[in-house]
């Protein structure tokens, strides 16, 4: 089988086998059921090996691969690559993801990061090619680690997108401008128990979705 993804978000799916398939995605109400599949459903069909879990799971999470893939690679040509690597080893691996273990965009995001890192190593092997011949370029490849903040960066900044007010407000000003609580309290005109209050219930819900190794909240 052979997967063909076009940005911005198109996912195909060629050469499919003759077996048939659990939903026949050239069918409307095959692609309403899709639809309707909650994301575990899509994760327990994608482990087992339905193909039209792939191509919902590029239609949900796709934008976000790519997102991750261009902040770390810095533009959309590298990051096409990137996401289109992703979802050709997520389906040729998919018999090594658990959903018990872990969500499938969580599971997605750990491969991002390999297939990142990939990219990386690439580039830094072909710098060293340039400057044994004397050609040094600027480009100096990201680190391992960097790849790994900015991908985390990304993730938690789509959870933190689905709380509400203040309680999102609150978790930005710790996340990304490292508040202190007191900080926190006094910038929003709030009691500083409340500002505790709203943190320690929005990091219960971000743990609860971010169960995956490498991403710490």
Do not use: C
């Amino acid at each position: 089988m052979t997967l063909v993804i076009d940005f911005p978000l198109r996912a195909t799916v060629v050469d499919m086998p003759t077996d048939p398939l659990p939903l026949d995605r050239g069918r409307p109400e095959a692609s309403r059921i899709a639809d309707s599949a909650t994301d575990a459903v899509v994760g327990n069909a994608f482990a087992d090996g339905d193909e039209w879990a792939l191509e919902e799971a590029y239609r949900r999470w796709g934008a976000l691969i790519h997102t991750v893939a261009r902040r770390a690679t810095g533009n959309s040509h590298d990051a096409d690559d990137v996401a289109q690597a992703v979802f050709v080893s997520a389906w040729r691996g998919r018999h090594r993801y658990s959903p018990d273990r872990a969500a499938l965009p969580a599971w997605l995001l750990g491969i991002t990061k390999r297939r990142i890192a990939d990219h990386w190593d690439a580039r830094s092997r072909e710098q060293r090619r340039i400057e044994a011949a004397g050609h040094a370029s600027e480009a100096m490849p990201q680190t391992e680690e960097s790849v790994e903040q900015v991908a985390d960066r990304v993730l938690i900044a789509d959870e933190l997108s689905r709380l509400d007010q203040p309680q999102r407000q609150i978790m930005e000003l710790a996340f990304f401008d490292d508040l202190t609580h007191p900080q926190i309290a006094e910038r929003l005109a709030l009691p500083l128990g409340t500002v505790k209050s709203h943190i320690r219930r929005s990091l219960i819900r971000l743990r609860s979705r971010l169960e995956v190794d490498g991403v710490a909240v």
